[in-house]
């Protein structure tokens, strides 16, 4: 028998038994039983926050520790109000080249000894700026705890700030400039939060070239000693770890910490009138859309039912606006909205990369989305999916030392009420479709939207005029 005739003769006889047993399967030749429905999910469950111990030092610093988890690491992070909101016009992420130069040593450590000192105890050392808080943030093994205390309130309290290091950090910031200079998202933000913020801390995004390259040692130091210390800092301490020891090396630690002055966050006063702000990218292939207006603060009653209006509406993949421009039309890719919050400050906005042919068809859907919202409320069904899954995104935050730090930070930050974290989940279902509605006639008033293109002129220009008049 040839190779050829072999394998037929065997893909047949396969064949044949595979179809034996098929009929020789329980209920062979009958229909197929229909498909059973999941059971119901359970009713999202409240937050419990792991017990904390709080204190306060005779220096007025705040401190909290969190046992929190099983795996033997802890977070220290010591959480210093101000930020770049601290910033005046001629100080454009000043706040930014004095937390770099936290991590290039100390009057007792180098910046290798710092790093080193790290990786010692398994961790980390870094530091950050944003816009209402700057952070010193370590990790460490549990056994070493007490140490990552010690080592973050030394980088935090005694900065040397070698000049040796100082043209270099600039030369940094200048590339991260150029860089993010030249996304057309970052171009889009930069004018909105301009129109939104003018000649205001919040509305300042990018230093001019020439105020990175004129900073100097004493700007730095002199910004650090009035924004810092301990009556405007708090420490979080989460994780496994000896609360008795971790106490100890943060009195030990932070008692000799000056004091300084209480933080004072400028008050914001945002500005918006219904205008298009048309930023000429020559050929560009798509547009990027900002449409966004001011809105409100976490302080504010209204905020978790506006947060979960918003979601619906453009926060997350099954939005109304994705849906209709990413999944029905094929505007874009990655659309999406957010509540953006700042110290008793808040603003909605929704963002689009869109091709360059439908920029003006973009922003009528995005309208058409919000006039819908505010004219009928949202089905039960369509409700419930948006609840559940903010539910399950609060638990995922809440579920690493440093997603717990974050939350307890927002929660001191904006003055919330002790119960907000653990009631979160509870408040989120309790919204009615009747609300979300409310909330979008109330907050989303596209009648005085900021919009912002960045996109080919010569292409987009006649689109977006039907949208609001253009402005310079």
Known sequence: MSRSTLRHVLRTAVASAALAIAAAAPGAGQAAPEKQAPPPAAPPRDFTLPAAQTFTLANGMKVTLVPYGTVPKVTVQVSIWGGSSAEAANQVWLSDLVSRWLREGTTSRTATGIASEAARMGG????????NVSRVVGTALSEFAPDMVKLVADVAQHPKFPESELERLKTDMARDRSVAKARPQQIALEKFRSVLYPDQPYGRLFPTPEMIGGFAAADAKAFYDANTG???AHLYVAGVFDA????????????????????????????????????????????????????????????????????????????????????QKGYTYSPGSQLSVRYRDGYWAETADVTTNVTGPSLKEILYEIDRLQGEAPGAD????????MSGVFVLQNSTRGGIIGQLEFVDLHGLPADYL???????????????????????????????????????????????????
Do not use: C
Request: hydrophobic share 40%; proline share 7%; net charge positive.
């Open 230 to 232: 301990a009556a405007r």
């Open 382 to 389: 369509e409700l419930e999916a948006v609840q559940n899954y």
């Open 422 to 472: 653990p009631t979160f989940v509870r408040r989120v279902t309790a919204v009615t479709p009747a609300q979300v509605q409310a909330m979008a006639k109330k907050y989303l008033q596209d009648d005085r939207a900021t919009i912002v293109v960045v996109g080919d002129r010569k292409v987009i220009e006649e689109q977006v005029k039907a949208y609001g008049p253009l402005a310079p």
């Open 124 to 131: 980390t050392l870094d530091t950050g700026a944003a816009i």
């Open 244 to 327: 008795s020891a971790v106490e100890k090396a943060v009195r030990q630690s932070f008692d000799g910490w000056k004091q300084g002055t209480a933080v004072s966050f400028p008050k914001a006063a945002p500005k918006s009138t219904r205008a298009v702000y048309l930023l000429d990218r020559p050929d560009a292939v798509q547009s990027t859309l900002i449409l966004g207006m001011p809105a409100i603060d976490p302080s504010q009653p209204d905020y978790v039912p506006l947060l979960v209006a918003h979601t619906l509406l453009g926060g997350y993949f099954s939005s109304r606006i994705t849906a209709n421009i990413r999944e």
